[in-house]
């Protein structure tokens, strides 16, 4: 078993930043895809922002340019740099852990998910 415990949400105006942190623990974080998922009041949960191993990154449309995903494969923490944020940007964001590494942007593929971080971005 994969842990995930994510850190960082809050309360932040529009046009400013966050960073969330999600701490792998439990067994090795090597090989793993990583991966941030959100979901708004009322809707779906959508994907955000994926990392391979290898460091390969991939963004919606909705955050490219904006957000940055990074891995420190060292302290097995995945990161996501969120800027310019908007009132839509708000959700509760879920890190996940992919072994499979194929699909990024799809939420099955994933294997482990964790609790969830609120960031609400006020107008």
């Known amino acids: 078993q994969l842990q995930l415990v994510e850190s960082g949400g809050g309360l932040v105006q529009a046009g400013g930043s966050l960073r969330l942190s999600c701490a792998a623990s439990?067994?090795?974080?090597?090989?793993?895809?990583m991966g941030w998922f959100r979901q708004a009041p009322g809707k779906e949960r959508e994907f955000v922002a994926a990392?391979?191993?290898?460091?390969?990154?991939y963004y919606s449309d909705s955050v490219k340019g904006r957000f940055t995903i990074s891995r420190d494969n060292a302290e097995n923490t995945v990161y996501l740099q969120m800027s310019s944020l908007k009132p839509e940007d708000t959700a509760v964001y879920y890190c996940?852990?992919?072994?499979?590494?194929?699909?990024?942007?799809?939420?099955?593929?994933?294997?482990?998910w964790g609790q969830g971080t609120q960031v609400t971005v006020s107008s």
């Open positions: 439990g067994r090795t974080f090597s090989g793993y895809a």
């Open positions: 996940a852990a992919d072994a499979g590494g194929w699909n990024l942007a799809v939420e099955k593929e994933y294997d482990y």
């Open positions: 990392i391979r191993w290898s460091g390969d990154t």
